[in-house]
């Protein structure tokens, strides 16, 4: 039986690079895979998956209001898939996630989704809350903040450096704009 697998983590542990891996593993074996990365992503280019060590892959993309379980169908119908990777699950709907669990469950294909766990406010994201909550496996993968400790949390920072405690939930960035911390030194970042 197939499962669904959500691998979270803070920004810079590697997410991304893990899933190109797991896909060219599948692909080196002769096996299709699908991946799919959000629309609102665009840092790479439309519909790239790309990793900060260099490692990048052409994807679907998926919008708030795409239909998950529809677009892996009929992509299945056409080329049977050994497994779906999604990147950027956190900005999946709890609708899509519940779709993700059905490819598993109906079509029997493995769905593996890798994401943030919470924003720069310390919140889940509604689709890593889902996740969390419905997946089959879950994985931690781990970072480290500057103090050596594992980074669980992320601060949102301005071009100057300057630490950015309110704002919307999703603004798309990576080191640019985000630092990896562990639970003290975000909590110190961000005390007012």
């Not at 924003?119 to 809350?129: E, K, M, T, V, Y």
Request: with cysteine.
């Amino acid at each position: 039986m197939a499962k669904l697998y959500f691998s979270y983590s803070a920004m810079n542990a590697g997410k991304t690079t893990i899933l190109l891996q797991a896909s060219h593993n599948y692909n080196e074996r002769g096996m299709e895979t699908l991946l799919l990365t959000a629309q609102l992503d665009d840092r790479a280019g439309a519909g790239v998956i790309a990793s900060r060590i260099g490692l990048s892959s052409q994807a679907a993309t998926f919008a708030s209001d795409t239909d998950i379980f529809t677009v892996v169908s009929a992509q299945h119908s056409k080329t049977p898939l050994s497994c779906v990777l999604v990147d950027e699950a956190q900005f999946l709907s709890e609708a899509q996630v519940w779709q993700c669990a059905r490819i598993a469950d109906e079509l029997n294909i493995p769905v593996m989704c890798y994401g943030l766990r919470t924003d720069f406010q310390g919140n889940l994201f509604p689709g890593s809350a889902r996740l969390l909550a419905i997946a089959d496996n879950l994985r931690e993968i781990r970072t480290i903040c500057h103090c050596g400790r594992k980074a669980t949390m992320v601060v949102r920072q301005t071009e100057a450096g300057a630490i950015i405690q309110e704002g919307a939930q999703v603004e798309i960035g990576g080191n640019d704009k985000y630092i990896s911390l562990c639970r003290y030194h975000w909590t110190k970042a961000m005390r007012p």
